[in-house]
């Protein structure tokens, strides 16, 4: 596109910019407000109540430590798998893809409620079975904890980290490895001296971004936290707007303002990190060779490990849930449990109003929301990749920006302002809110398939008399039909399944999937939750084979 038409570039940074910034603004503002019904009435108490609450303290030691503990296990389980991934013979490998790819299309709600199915202190499934085996009178662990906590979301922010470590360890050139044992260093000390400072960036990099994941995360506290009264930010927050008979909302917004700044600056670190890896390049045109270093007899132990962690984050959650959605109460996998199975949970869901109307809002948002977050995100990715403006720049900044908003703090935002309109407790106000929240899935692939797509096709077309919509239609959509769809997929498989923004804004008549197995879990309908869970799980991969098949059929029809 050429600049000669800025009209395009400011339209979408005046959308972008309300959908982005507009929360942001009504946090600010309602910050200082005395409350929903008293908005513009301007004070300074709302921070001064949020700061001075004697809880807060325990609520932040709480909050370090969940997000460091789940990030620091998190960045070394990835650090351990990429390394025996690139650099190893381990056996297996397909395992590594299936750890880094299928785990991030289980929704974190259903993951975290896998794992209180299975160690929760009262009939978790494991505990029952280790009660009875081993004769004990009390349940050896509990779930409901700070450690539960970290251990669920360390093994939830895994992937990510993988994702971002495993390419930097594979592109390592190991002739700096051996030149340090060369000259008479260990294992441990290249380890050390060479191999981690080289991949530094890397690391710094999946640490910061895996700082940023739990800060935002409300699932794994909410199910495995609530229970246990252990708080961190993200809970505190949502009790202060849903509990008691006077919510402030101004409180919370002042105290979001503080995780929001956080959030925004560790997001800044990250882009800095990534953006400086140019200074630790290992690679050049002087030849490259890797090295497979050899396990020997720590091959099989290694293999059984990896296959366990998979069972662990793949295998288990899914069919645990499938188990206890079949089965009339926590019962222990048995004779007597497998003749007790019955349909009856599942009935019970499909006939339960509230249930049926959650599905269908939930479906409604993740067709129609995908369906426009991926028509804005093409022409902002249009606009960013074609026209190298500082509009261009400043549309690409806003695109990104809502990367770094915790849900539940840009929720509350959203809260401020939709109340102040008639799209207070409706699915539009959801819709609204989905698309700013998770803009950045759909501007990205599409991004990166534009730069693939020479501005020559597009001048050829105008040149040939076609209008920009024309050339758009039948010139460039249909080359970008696999990023399209990706970034469908992308959203609405989020739509499907996300709830730190949902929890805030729903209301009755607007109910969504998370919700309401949220819900099922506070009542403790294990059964009820798990079939609800299936379901959802189901609607999205139903939902990326249908993207699929119609891309391609669309792509096979515009090439024929």
Known sequence: MNPHRPGLTWSLIAIVGFLTLCPVLMLLLGSFSQGLTAFG?????????????PFLLEVLGNTV????????????????????????????KPLFTVLSIVPMMIPHLLFAVSWAL???PSNGLLNLF????????????????????????????MPIAYLIIAPAMSSFDVALEESSRVSGAGVWRTLWRVTLPVLRPAILAAFVLGIVRSLASYAVPRVLGTPGRVDVLATYLYEMISTGFAPDYGKAAALGMSVLAASIGLVVLYRALTASGDKFVTISGRGYRPTVVELKKARTPLLIVISVLSLLMVVLPVAVLLYTSLVPYSMVPSAQAFASMSWNHWVEVLQDPTSILALRNSLVLAVVGATLGVVLSLFIAYVVVK???????????LSFLSFSFPGIVIGIGFMWFFVQTPLYATLNALLLA????????????????????????????????????????????????????????LMATMFVRELTVSVVLSRPGSEVLAVQILNFADDGL?????????LMILISTGLVLLAAYAGRRFRERSFA
């Open 41 to 53: 009435h301007f004070t300074v108490a709302k921070y001064a109540a949020a700061y001075t609450d």
């Open 65 to 92: 430590i969940f997000v460091f503990g789940s990030t620091l296990l998190a960045t070394v389980l990835a650090l351990v798998l990429a390394y025996l991934n690139t650099r190893t013979n381990i056996p297996c």
């Open 118 to 120: 299975l160690l929760n």
């Open 130 to 157: 280790l009660k009875d085996f081993l004769g004990l009178s009390a349940a050896p662990f509990n779930i409901y904890s700070l450690g539960g906590m970290i251990l669920v979301e360390g093994l939830l922010n």
């Open 387 to 397: 026209i190298r403006t500082r509009a261009s720049g400043l549309l690409e900044s």
């Open 434 to 489: 989905y698309i700013a929240a998770y803009l950045p899935y759909g501007v990205r692939p599409l991004a990166s398939a534009f730069v693939q797509v020479h501005a020559h096709l597009e001048e050829s077309s105008l040149v040939c008399g076609a209008g920009p919509l024309t050339t758009l239609r039948r010139i460039i959509v249909p080359l970008l039909i696999p990023g399209i769809v990706s970034a469908w997929i």
């Open 526 to 534: 294990w059964g009820k939750l798990s079939a609800l869970g299936i």
